[in-house]
Protein backbone atom coordinates (compact mmCIF):
# COMPACT_ATOMS: atom_id res chain seq x y z
CA UNK A 1 0.00 0.00 0.00
CA UNK A 2 1.20 3.52 -0.79
CA UNK A 3 -0.14 6.32 1.39
CA UNK A 4 -1.52 9.01 -0.61
CA UNK A 5 -0.15 13.03 0.43
CA UNK A 6 -3.02 14.78 0.83
CA UNK A 7 -3.27 18.83 1.02
CA UNK A 8 -4.72 18.69 4.45
CA UNK A 9 -3.45 15.18 6.20
CA UNK A 10 -2.28 12.03 5.16
CA UNK A 11 -4.96 9.23 4.44
CA UNK A 12 -4.32 5.25 2.95
CA UNK A 13 -5.78 3.99 0.03
CA UNK A 14 -5.96 0.46 -0.52
CA UNK A 15 -4.46 -0.56 -4.35
CA UNK A 16 -7.03 -1.64 -7.03
CA UNK A 17 -7.15 -5.41 -8.01
CA UNK A 18 -6.69 -6.88 -11.43
CA UNK A 19 -6.10 -10.33 -13.06
CA UNK A 20 -9.50 -10.97 -13.95
CA UNK A 21 -10.48 -11.46 -17.55
CA UNK A 22 -13.37 -9.33 -18.69
CA UNK A 23 -15.36 -9.85 -21.79
CA UNK A 24 -14.67 -6.82 -24.53
CA UNK A 25 -18.07 -4.77 -23.14
CA UNK A 26 -18.06 -4.85 -19.73
CA UNK A 27 -19.20 -7.58 -17.40
CA UNK A 28 -19.00 -10.94 -16.72
CA UNK A 29 -16.47 -12.88 -19.81
CA UNK A 30 -18.30 -13.98 -22.68
CA UNK A 31 -20.83 -11.33 -22.19
CA UNK A 32 -21.38 -9.29 -25.43
CA UNK A 33 -23.01 -5.80 -25.80
CA UNK A 34 -25.52 -6.25 -28.61
CA UNK A 35 -24.05 -4.57 -31.80
CA UNK A 36 -20.93 -4.07 -30.25
CA UNK A 37 -18.01 -5.13 -31.82
CA UNK A 38 -16.45 -8.36 -29.80
CA UNK A 39 -12.75 -7.84 -29.28
CA UNK A 40 -10.48 -10.10 -27.12
CA UNK A 41 -11.28 -10.19 -23.80
CA UNK A 42 -9.30 -7.99 -21.17
CA UNK A 43 -7.56 -8.80 -17.98
CA UNK A 44 -9.59 -5.55 -16.60
CA UNK A 45 -12.44 -4.01 -16.97
CA UNK A 46 -11.46 -1.48 -19.19
CA UNK A 47 -12.37 -2.43 -22.63
CA UNK A 48 -11.58 0.74 -24.41
CA UNK A 49 -8.48 3.10 -24.19
CA UNK A 50 -8.31 6.75 -25.45
CA UNK A 51 -5.01 8.38 -25.04
CA UNK A 52 -5.26 12.06 -25.71
CA UNK A 53 -1.96 12.88 -26.75
CA UNK A 54 -0.89 16.52 -26.39
CA UNK A 55 2.43 18.42 -27.09
CA UNK A 56 5.46 19.65 -24.80
CA UNK A 57 4.20 20.76 -21.08
CA UNK A 58 6.15 19.40 -18.33
CA UNK A 59 4.44 18.50 -15.15
CA UNK A 60 5.42 21.97 -13.32
CA UNK A 61 4.52 23.95 -16.02
CA UNK A 62 1.03 22.91 -15.45
CA UNK A 63 0.83 21.87 -11.92
CA UNK A 64 3.43 23.89 -10.12
CA UNK A 65 1.65 25.01 -7.01
CA UNK A 66 -1.39 22.41 -7.07
CA UNK A 67 -3.72 22.17 -5.41
CA UNK A 68 -3.58 25.94 -4.94
CA UNK A 69 -4.30 28.79 -7.40
CA UNK A 70 -3.73 32.78 -7.15
CA UNK A 71 -7.78 33.41 -8.08
CA UNK A 72 -7.40 36.91 -9.49
CA UNK A 73 -10.70 38.50 -10.23
CA UNK A 74 -12.15 37.99 -13.46
CA UNK A 75 -10.62 34.43 -14.31
CA UNK A 76 -12.48 30.83 -13.54
CA UNK A 77 -11.67 30.25 -9.84
CA UNK A 78 -10.31 26.89 -8.62
CA UNK A 79 -10.82 26.05 -5.25
CA UNK A 80 -9.91 22.58 -3.74
CA UNK A 81 -10.94 19.50 -1.81
CA UNK A 82 -9.74 19.83 1.59
CA UNK A 83 -8.97 15.91 1.23
CA UNK A 84 -6.76 17.12 -1.98
CA UNK A 85 -3.74 15.11 -2.25
CA UNK A 86 -0.45 17.14 -2.29
CA UNK A 87 1.84 16.56 -5.40
CA UNK A 88 5.40 16.99 -5.70
CA UNK A 89 5.26 20.34 -7.31
CA UNK A 90 6.95 23.87 -6.57
CA UNK A 91 5.34 24.87 -3.36
CA UNK A 92 1.34 26.29 -2.91
CA UNK A 93 0.02 29.78 -3.24
CA UNK A 94 -1.00 30.88 0.65
CA UNK A 95 -3.50 34.43 0.84
CA UNK A 96 -1.59 35.46 -2.75
CA UNK A 97 2.04 34.53 -1.85
CA UNK A 98 3.95 32.15 -2.92
CA UNK A 99 5.35 29.82 -0.37
CA UNK A 100 8.51 27.04 -0.64
CA UNK A 101 11.86 27.66 -1.08
CA UNK A 102 11.42 26.25 -4.74
CA UNK A 103 9.37 29.42 -5.12
CA UNK A 104 11.28 31.79 -3.31
CA UNK A 105 15.16 30.90 -3.83
CA UNK A 106 14.92 28.22 -6.74
CA UNK A 107 18.54 27.17 -7.55
CA UNK A 108 18.01 28.70 -10.80
CA UNK A 109 17.35 31.92 -9.29
CA UNK A 110 20.98 31.60 -7.99
CA UNK A 111 22.96 29.86 -10.68
CA UNK A 112 25.14 32.97 -12.65
CA UNK A 113 24.98 30.66 -15.72
CA UNK A 114 21.88 31.91 -16.07
CA UNK A 115 22.59 36.14 -15.90
CA UNK A 116 19.75 38.31 -16.15
CA UNK A 117 17.58 35.06 -16.54
CA UNK A 118 18.25 33.80 -13.37
CA UNK A 119 14.72 34.30 -11.36
CA UNK A 120 12.60 32.70 -9.47
CA UNK A 121 9.37 30.52 -11.04
CA UNK A 122 6.59 32.66 -11.64
CA UNK A 123 3.08 32.68 -12.71
CA UNK A 124 1.95 33.01 -16.03
CA UNK A 125 -1.37 34.61 -16.13
CA UNK A 126 -4.60 33.46 -18.15
CA UNK A 127 -4.06 36.89 -20.24
CA UNK A 128 -0.45 35.84 -20.97
CA UNK A 129 -1.03 31.71 -22.57
CA UNK A 130 0.22 32.43 -25.18
CA UNK A 131 3.97 32.52 -25.35
CA UNK A 132 6.67 31.17 -27.58
CA UNK A 133 8.12 27.77 -28.00
CA UNK A 134 11.43 26.53 -25.67
CA UNK A 135 14.41 24.44 -26.36
CA UNK A 136 13.53 21.00 -25.91
CA UNK A 137 16.61 19.13 -27.92
CA UNK A 138 17.64 15.75 -26.68
CA UNK A 139 21.28 17.78 -25.58
CA UNK A 140 19.78 20.87 -24.14
CA UNK A 141 17.45 18.82 -21.65
CA UNK A 142 19.84 17.18 -20.39
CA UNK A 143 22.47 19.90 -20.04
CA UNK A 144 19.71 22.20 -18.02
CA UNK A 145 19.59 19.30 -15.50
CA UNK A 146 23.40 20.35 -14.35
CA UNK A 147 24.66 16.66 -13.47
CA UNK A 148 20.89 16.69 -11.55
CA UNK A 149 21.49 20.29 -9.88
CA UNK A 150 18.26 21.21 -11.88
CA UNK A 151 19.82 24.75 -11.89
CA UNK A 152 20.70 25.86 -15.69
CA UNK A 153 17.37 26.33 -17.41
CA UNK A 154 17.17 29.18 -18.36
CA UNK A 155 21.04 28.76 -19.75
CA UNK A 156 19.99 25.77 -21.96
CA UNK A 157 16.72 25.48 -22.64
CA UNK A 158 14.95 29.15 -22.51
CA UNK A 159 13.62 30.79 -26.00
CA UNK A 160 15.66 33.86 -27.09
CA UNK A 161 14.47 36.13 -29.36
CA UNK A 162 11.17 35.63 -27.95
CA UNK A 163 9.73 39.07 -28.58
CA UNK A 164 7.07 40.39 -26.37
CA UNK A 165 5.59 36.50 -25.71
CA UNK A 166 8.46 36.64 -22.89
CA UNK A 167 6.54 38.93 -21.16
CA UNK A 168 9.93 40.65 -19.94
CA UNK A 169 11.39 37.96 -18.84
CA UNK A 170 13.93 36.77 -21.59
CA UNK A 171 15.01 33.01 -21.72
CA UNK A 172 13.61 33.17 -17.57
CA UNK A 173 10.17 32.70 -19.31
CA UNK A 174 11.00 28.87 -18.95
CA UNK A 175 10.24 28.72 -15.31
CA UNK A 176 7.29 30.27 -15.62
CA UNK A 177 4.16 28.24 -15.03
CA UNK A 178 0.35 27.83 -15.41
CA UNK A 179 -2.26 27.70 -12.31
CA UNK A 180 -5.78 26.47 -11.98
CA UNK A 181 -6.74 29.39 -13.50
CA UNK A 182 -5.74 29.35 -16.80
CA UNK A 183 -5.74 25.07 -17.14
CA UNK A 184 -9.04 24.71 -15.27
CA UNK A 185 -10.37 21.47 -16.71
CA UNK A 186 -6.70 19.34 -15.63
CA UNK A 187 -6.90 20.71 -12.33
CA UNK A 188 -10.74 20.01 -12.13
CA UNK A 189 -10.24 16.71 -13.84
CA UNK A 190 -7.00 16.08 -11.42
CA UNK A 191 -9.76 16.75 -8.63
CA UNK A 192 -12.02 13.99 -9.29
CA UNK A 193 -10.08 11.39 -11.05
CA UNK A 194 -6.13 10.25 -10.85
CA UNK A 195 -3.11 11.59 -11.80
CA UNK A 196 0.83 10.89 -11.73
CA UNK A 197 3.31 13.41 -10.29
CA UNK A 198 6.05 10.61 -11.11
CA UNK A 199 5.39 10.18 -14.70
CA UNK A 200 8.35 10.71 -17.22
CA UNK A 201 9.32 10.97 -20.90
CA UNK A 202 11.15 7.96 -22.07
CA UNK A 203 14.05 9.84 -23.23
CA UNK A 204 15.00 13.13 -23.55
CA UNK A 205 14.27 15.41 -26.02
CA UNK A 206 11.82 16.64 -28.83
CA UNK A 207 8.30 15.33 -30.23
CA UNK A 208 8.92 12.63 -32.73
CA UNK A 209 10.97 10.38 -29.86
CA UNK A 210 7.94 11.01 -27.34
CA UNK A 211 5.64 9.89 -30.44
CA UNK A 212 7.73 6.64 -31.10
CA UNK A 213 7.86 5.55 -27.27
CA UNK A 214 4.19 6.12 -26.84
CA UNK A 215 3.50 3.16 -29.85
CA UNK A 216 6.85 1.47 -29.48
CA UNK A 217 8.94 2.15 -26.92
CA UNK A 218 11.88 2.45 -28.83
CA UNK A 219 13.40 5.05 -31.57
CA UNK A 220 14.93 2.46 -33.21
CA UNK A 221 16.36 1.05 -35.88
CA UNK A 222 16.00 4.19 -37.79
CA UNK A 223 17.00 4.82 -41.79
CA UNK A 224 17.23 8.25 -42.04
CA UNK A 225 17.31 9.33 -46.10
CA UNK A 226 20.63 11.42 -45.65
CA UNK A 227 22.84 11.74 -42.48
CA UNK A 228 22.08 14.12 -39.84
CA UNK A 229 22.88 14.77 -36.42
CA UNK A 230 19.52 13.63 -35.46
CA UNK A 231 20.38 9.98 -35.88
CA UNK A 232 22.61 8.62 -33.40
CA UNK A 233 25.14 6.08 -35.22
CA UNK A 234 24.52 1.75 -33.61
CA UNK A 235 27.22 -0.28 -34.77
CA UNK A 236 24.19 -2.74 -33.54
CA UNK A 237 22.47 -1.18 -36.78
CA UNK A 238 20.67 1.85 -38.06
CA UNK A 239 20.71 4.35 -35.87
CA UNK A 240 18.72 5.78 -33.05
CA UNK A 241 16.28 8.81 -33.65
CA UNK A 242 16.40 11.91 -31.34
CA UNK A 243 15.27 14.68 -33.00
CA UNK A 244 12.11 15.83 -35.36
CA UNK A 245 12.13 14.26 -38.71
CA UNK A 246 9.57 13.88 -41.11
CA UNK A 247 8.37 9.99 -41.95
CA UNK A 248 9.53 8.52 -45.54
CA UNK A 249 6.98 8.78 -48.04
CA UNK A 250 4.53 10.64 -46.21
CA UNK A 251 2.17 12.55 -49.10
CA UNK A 252 2.87 15.71 -46.99
CA UNK A 253 6.59 15.23 -45.31
CA UNK A 254 9.58 17.33 -45.85
CA UNK A 255 12.92 17.55 -45.77
CA UNK A 256 15.07 14.54 -44.79
CA UNK A 257 12.74 11.74 -43.52
CA UNK A 258 13.33 8.99 -41.66
CA UNK A 259 12.03 4.99 -41.89
CA UNK A 260 11.53 2.93 -38.67
CA UNK A 261 12.02 -0.79 -38.45
CA UNK A 262 10.61 -3.30 -35.92
CA UNK A 263 7.06 -3.76 -34.40
CA UNK A 264 4.39 -1.07 -32.82
CA UNK A 265 1.53 -1.48 -30.87
CA UNK A 266 -0.42 -1.55 -33.58
CA UNK A 267 0.91 -4.21 -34.92
CA UNK A 268 0.74 -6.35 -31.85
CA UNK A 269 -3.19 -5.60 -31.75
CA UNK A 270 -3.66 -6.53 -35.13
CA UNK A 271 -1.69 -10.06 -34.43
CA UNK A 272 -4.26 -10.05 -31.78
CA UNK A 273 -7.51 -9.12 -33.52
CA UNK A 274 -8.03 -6.03 -31.31
CA UNK A 275 -9.87 -3.09 -33.24
CA UNK A 276 -7.71 -0.05 -33.19
CA UNK A 277 -7.07 3.42 -34.76
CA UNK A 278 -4.40 6.84 -34.72
CA UNK A 279 -6.73 9.94 -35.03
CA UNK A 280 -4.11 12.90 -36.45
CA UNK A 281 -5.72 16.50 -37.07
CA UNK A 282 -5.55 17.61 -40.35
CA UNK A 283 -4.97 13.82 -42.04
CA UNK A 284 -7.63 14.18 -44.11
CA UNK A 285 -6.57 15.99 -46.98
CA UNK A 286 -9.68 15.85 -48.84
CA UNK A 287 -11.31 19.06 -46.11
CA UNK A 288 -11.06 22.76 -47.38
CA UNK A 289 -10.94 24.71 -44.19
CA UNK A 290 -13.12 27.99 -43.27
CA UNK A 291 -9.77 30.61 -44.37
CA UNK A 292 -9.96 28.11 -48.10
CA UNK A 293 -6.65 25.71 -46.94
CA UNK A 294 -6.42 22.11 -47.30
CA UNK A 295 -4.56 19.80 -48.63
CA UNK A 296 -1.33 19.37 -46.54
CA UNK A 297 -1.34 22.67 -46.43
CA UNK A 298 -4.83 23.04 -44.55
CA UNK A 299 -4.24 25.37 -41.54
CA UNK A 300 -6.44 27.16 -38.53
CA UNK A 301 -6.25 29.86 -36.22
CA UNK A 302 -3.03 29.56 -33.91
CA UNK A 303 -1.31 31.18 -31.13
CA UNK A 304 -0.65 34.66 -30.99
CA UNK A 305 3.18 34.30 -30.69
CA UNK A 306 2.91 32.04 -33.74
CA UNK A 307 1.94 35.32 -35.62
CA UNK A 308 -0.45 33.48 -38.16
CA UNK A 309 -2.75 30.25 -38.81
CA UNK A 310 -0.52 27.08 -38.10
CA UNK A 311 -0.53 24.13 -40.12
CA UNK A 312 -3.52 21.26 -39.00
CA UNK A 313 -1.18 18.31 -39.28
CA UNK A 314 2.18 18.09 -38.65
CA UNK A 315 3.78 14.60 -39.96
CA UNK A 316 6.32 14.72 -37.39
CA UNK A 317 4.16 13.96 -35.05
CA UNK A 318 2.49 10.84 -36.60
CA UNK A 319 3.23 8.00 -34.72
CA UNK A 320 2.69 5.38 -37.07
CA UNK A 321 3.82 6.83 -40.00
CA UNK A 322 7.13 5.79 -39.50
CA UNK A 323 6.50 1.99 -39.59
CA UNK A 324 6.08 0.51 -43.19
CA UNK A 325 3.28 -2.11 -41.64
CA UNK A 326 1.17 0.67 -39.86
CA UNK A 327 1.47 4.11 -42.35
CA UNK A 328 -1.20 5.46 -44.24
CA UNK A 329 1.44 7.51 -46.60
CA UNK A 330 -0.85 8.69 -49.15
CA UNK A 331 -3.72 9.51 -46.37
CA UNK A 332 -5.74 7.39 -48.10
CA UNK A 333 -9.89 7.45 -46.64
CA UNK A 334 -11.22 4.59 -44.82
CA UNK A 335 -14.03 2.92 -46.89
CA UNK A 336 -16.73 3.45 -44.33
CA UNK A 337 -17.40 4.26 -40.62
CA UNK A 338 -17.62 0.53 -40.19
CA UNK A 339 -14.02 0.43 -41.02
CA UNK A 340 -12.80 2.23 -38.56
CA UNK A 341 -10.55 0.56 -36.14
CA UNK A 342 -10.31 -2.29 -38.72
CA UNK A 343 -8.28 -3.40 -41.92
CA UNK A 344 -9.02 -1.36 -44.82
CA UNK A 345 -7.32 1.10 -47.13
CA UNK A 346 -6.42 3.98 -44.41
CA UNK A 347 -4.65 1.10 -42.59
CA UNK A 348 -5.76 2.30 -38.80
CA UNK A 349 -4.45 5.83 -39.63
CA UNK A 350 -7.32 8.32 -39.99
CA UNK A 351 -8.30 12.22 -38.87
CA UNK A 352 -9.12 13.10 -35.89
CA UNK A 353 -13.32 13.80 -37.08
CA UNK A 354 -13.23 10.06 -37.53
CA UNK A 355 -12.82 9.39 -34.26
CA UNK A 356 -15.93 11.60 -33.10
CA UNK A 357 -17.86 9.79 -36.04
CA UNK A 358 -16.51 6.50 -34.52
CA UNK A 359 -18.58 7.17 -31.30
CA UNK A 360 -21.47 8.60 -32.61
CA UNK A 361 -21.98 5.57 -34.75
CA UNK A 362 -21.09 3.45 -31.81
CA UNK A 363 -17.83 2.12 -33.73
CA UNK A 364 -15.24 3.27 -31.46
CA UNK A 365 -12.40 0.67 -31.73
CA UNK A 366 -10.92 -0.61 -28.65
CA UNK A 367 -7.79 1.35 -28.13
CA UNK A 368 -7.69 4.57 -29.84
CA UNK A 369 -4.97 7.48 -29.81
CA UNK A 370 -5.65 10.85 -30.61
CA UNK A 371 -3.56 14.00 -31.68
CA UNK A 372 -5.58 17.57 -32.23
CA UNK A 373 -5.01 19.98 -35.06
CA UNK A 374 -1.61 21.67 -34.15
CA UNK A 375 -3.63 24.89 -33.00
CA UNK A 376 -5.25 22.75 -30.47
CA UNK A 377 -2.75 20.59 -29.29
CA UNK A 378 -1.14 22.88 -26.34
CA UNK A 379 2.39 23.19 -28.05
CA UNK A 380 3.49 26.66 -26.66
CA UNK A 381 4.51 28.60 -29.96
CA UNK A 382 1.33 27.44 -32.26
CA UNK A 383 -0.56 26.80 -29.54
CA UNK A 384 -1.32 27.05 -25.55
CA UNK A 385 -3.27 26.15 -22.68
CA UNK A 386 -6.56 27.95 -23.71
CA UNK A 387 -6.49 26.45 -27.38
CA UNK A 388 -6.18 22.85 -26.25
CA UNK A 389 -8.70 23.30 -23.35
CA UNK A 390 -11.69 23.28 -25.55
CA UNK A 391 -10.81 20.22 -27.64
CA UNK A 392 -9.51 17.79 -24.41
CA UNK A 393 -12.72 18.87 -22.89
CA UNK A 394 -15.39 18.41 -25.70
CA UNK A 395 -13.39 14.94 -26.24
CA UNK A 396 -13.68 13.93 -23.06
CA UNK A 397 -17.72 15.24 -22.72
CA UNK A 398 -17.84 13.25 -25.73
CA UNK A 399 -16.64 10.27 -24.23
CA UNK A 400 -18.52 10.44 -20.82
CA UNK A 401 -21.98 11.09 -22.82
CA UNK A 402 -21.42 7.88 -25.10
CA UNK A 403 -22.46 4.22 -24.28
CA UNK A 404 -18.56 3.69 -23.95
CA UNK A 405 -17.76 5.43 -20.81
CA UNK A 406 -18.76 2.65 -18.89
CA UNK A 407 -15.63 0.62 -19.56
CA UNK A 408 -12.99 3.22 -20.96
CA UNK A 409 -9.76 4.65 -19.80
CA UNK A 410 -8.95 8.38 -20.75
CA UNK A 411 -5.34 8.70 -20.09
CA UNK A 412 -4.05 12.41 -21.30
CA UNK A 413 -0.48 13.34 -21.54
CA UNK A 414 2.32 14.71 -23.45
CA UNK A 415 4.57 14.12 -26.13
CA UNK A 416 7.64 16.00 -24.40
CA UNK A 417 8.32 18.76 -22.36
CA UNK A 418 9.37 21.60 -24.06
CA UNK A 419 12.00 22.27 -22.36
CA UNK A 420 9.86 24.28 -19.82
CA UNK A 421 11.03 23.83 -15.75
CA UNK A 422 10.40 21.02 -13.91
CA UNK A 423 12.48 20.29 -10.60
CA UNK A 424 12.44 16.71 -10.57
CA UNK A 425 14.97 14.57 -12.06
CA UNK A 426 13.88 11.00 -12.70
CA UNK A 427 15.87 7.94 -12.20
CA UNK A 428 18.16 7.19 -15.00
CA UNK A 429 17.17 3.53 -15.84
CA UNK A 430 18.66 3.62 -19.58
CA UNK A 431 21.87 5.11 -20.28
CA UNK A 432 23.93 6.18 -23.42
CA UNK A 433 27.43 8.12 -24.10
CA UNK A 434 27.18 9.70 -27.50
CA UNK A 435 29.38 12.45 -28.03
CA UNK A 436 29.31 15.08 -31.57
CA UNK A 437 29.86 18.24 -32.68
CA UNK A 438 27.01 19.39 -32.14
CA UNK A 439 25.99 19.61 -28.43
CA UNK A 440 21.80 19.66 -29.46
CA UNK A 441 22.21 16.18 -30.06
CA UNK A 442 24.81 14.69 -27.96
CA UNK A 443 24.79 13.31 -24.05
CA UNK A 444 25.28 15.91 -21.65
CA UNK A 445 23.71 15.18 -17.97
CA UNK A 446 26.84 14.25 -16.18
CA UNK A 447 29.37 15.42 -18.55
CA UNK A 448 29.97 15.87 -22.17
CA UNK A 449 28.99 13.11 -24.08
CA UNK A 450 27.92 10.89 -20.61
CA UNK A 451 23.96 10.32 -19.53
CA UNK A 452 24.24 8.23 -16.93
CA UNK A 453 26.87 5.25 -16.36
CA UNK A 454 24.99 2.07 -17.08
CA UNK A 455 25.15 0.00 -19.62
CA UNK A 456 22.13 1.38 -22.60
CA UNK A 457 19.19 -1.42 -22.81
CA UNK A 458 19.66 -3.56 -25.98
CA UNK A 459 23.13 -1.94 -26.07
CA UNK A 460 20.98 1.12 -28.22
CA UNK A 461 22.63 4.36 -27.21
CA UNK A 462 20.92 7.79 -27.94
CA UNK A 463 18.16 6.96 -25.77
CA UNK A 464 18.98 8.17 -22.37
CA UNK A 465 16.22 8.08 -19.66
CA UNK A 466 13.79 9.15 -18.00
CA UNK A 467 13.56 12.39 -19.75
CA UNK A 468 11.56 15.25 -18.16
CA UNK A 469 8.94 14.83 -15.99
CA UNK A 470 4.99 14.92 -17.46
CA UNK A 471 1.84 15.47 -17.01
CA UNK A 472 -0.67 12.47 -16.89
CA UNK A 473 -4.01 12.36 -15.62
CA UNK A 474 -6.24 9.13 -16.00
CA UNK A 475 -10.30 9.59 -16.60
CA UNK A 476 -12.18 6.33 -16.02
CA UNK A 477 -14.98 5.16 -13.85
CA UNK A 478 -12.33 3.05 -12.52
CA UNK A 479 -9.71 5.85 -11.49
CA UNK A 480 -9.45 6.43 -8.23
CA UNK A 481 -11.07 9.74 -7.36
CA UNK A 482 -8.54 12.98 -6.26
CA UNK A 483 -6.05 10.60 -6.24
CA UNK A 484 -1.82 11.64 -6.46
CA UNK A 485 -0.01 8.34 -7.46
CA UNK A 486 3.88 8.27 -7.16
CA UNK A 487 4.46 4.97 -8.74
CA UNK A 488 7.87 5.13 -11.32
CA UNK A 489 6.17 5.23 -15.18
CA UNK A 490 6.72 6.97 -18.76
CA UNK A 491 5.31 7.21 -22.06
CA UNK A 492 6.30 3.00 -22.17
CA UNK A 493 3.60 2.24 -18.90
CA UNK A 494 0.63 3.35 -21.36
CA UNK A 495 2.17 0.95 -23.95
CA UNK A 496 2.81 -1.91 -21.46
CA UNK A 497 -0.95 -0.99 -19.98
CA UNK A 498 -2.63 -1.92 -23.63
CA UNK A 499 -0.12 -5.19 -23.87
CA UNK A 500 -1.32 -6.43 -20.76
CA UNK A 501 -4.93 -5.74 -21.07
CA UNK A 502 -4.90 -7.31 -24.32
CA UNK A 503 -1.97 -9.85 -23.82
CA UNK A 504 -0.74 -8.48 -27.01
CA UNK A 505 2.83 -9.78 -25.41
CA UNK A 506 5.63 -7.30 -25.65
CA UNK A 507 7.58 -5.49 -28.53
CA UNK A 508 11.01 -6.69 -27.52
CA UNK A 509 14.25 -5.51 -29.54
CA UNK A 510 15.26 -3.02 -26.85
CA UNK A 511 11.55 -1.42 -26.26
CA UNK A 512 10.83 0.41 -22.85
CA UNK A 513 8.08 -1.97 -22.63
CA UNK A 514 10.50 -3.98 -20.95
CA UNK A 515 11.03 -1.76 -18.00
CA UNK A 516 8.10 0.19 -17.70
CA UNK A 517 5.94 0.59 -14.41
CA UNK A 518 2.84 -0.06 -14.13
CA UNK A 519 -0.45 2.16 -14.20
CA UNK A 520 -2.70 -0.42 -12.18
CA UNK A 521 -2.52 2.09 -8.98
CA UNK A 522 -4.22 4.96 -10.39
CA UNK A 523 -7.26 2.40 -11.03
CA UNK A 524 -10.10 0.79 -8.47
CA UNK A 525 -10.80 -2.25 -10.54
CA UNK A 526 -13.31 -3.78 -7.81
CA UNK A 527 -14.87 -0.50 -7.07
CA UNK A 528 -16.13 1.12 -10.42
CA UNK A 529 -18.85 3.42 -10.45
CA UNK A 530 -20.22 5.54 -13.48
CA UNK A 531 -19.70 8.99 -11.99
CA UNK A 532 -19.07 11.67 -15.02
CA UNK A 533 -17.33 15.08 -14.85
CA UNK A 534 -18.64 17.27 -17.77
CA UNK A 535 -16.85 20.33 -17.88
CA UNK A 536 -17.32 23.62 -19.99
CA UNK A 537 -15.01 23.75 -22.34
CA UNK A 538 -14.16 27.19 -22.59
CA UNK A 539 -13.87 28.13 -18.56
CA UNK A 540 -12.95 24.46 -17.64
CA UNK A 541 -15.46 24.67 -14.62
CA UNK A 542 -17.87 22.11 -14.25
CA UNK A 543 -20.85 22.43 -16.06
CA UNK A 544 -23.57 21.04 -13.85
CA UNK A 545 -25.56 18.66 -16.43
Known sequence: MRKQRTFA???????????????????????????????PATTTPIHHVVVIFQENVSFDHYFATYPTALNPAGEPRFVARKDTPAVNGLGLVVNGKPQGVLLTRNPNALNPANGPAAINPFRLDRAQASTCDQDHNYGAEQAAYDKGLMDAFPANTGADKCGPYDYGKGTGLVLGYFDGNTVTALWNYAQHYAMSDNFYGTT???????????????????????????????????????????????????????????????????????????????FNLGITNPNGTTGCKRSSP???????????????????????????????????????????????????????????????????????????????????????????????????????????AIFITYDDSDGWYDHQMGPIVNSSAFSQSNPQYADALNGPGRCGNGAPLGGIQGRCGYGPRLVLLTISPYAKANFVDGTLTDHGSILRFIEDNWRTGTIGGGSADQIAGSLDNMFDFRNGNNRRLILDPASGEPRGD
Open 302 to 408: ASAANGGPAADYIPHHAWFQYFPSTANLTHARPASIAEIGHAGPANHQYDIDDFFAAVKAGNLPAVSILKAIAARDGHAGYSDPLLEQPYIVDTVNTIMNSRYWKDT
Open 9 to 39: RLTGLALGVAGFAFAATGGPAGAVEAGHNAD
Open 204 to 282: FGPSTPGALNLVAGNTYPTTPSAPTPKVVPNNAGPGTLIGDLDPTGDVCSRGLTVRLGGKNIGDLLNAKGVSWGAFMGG
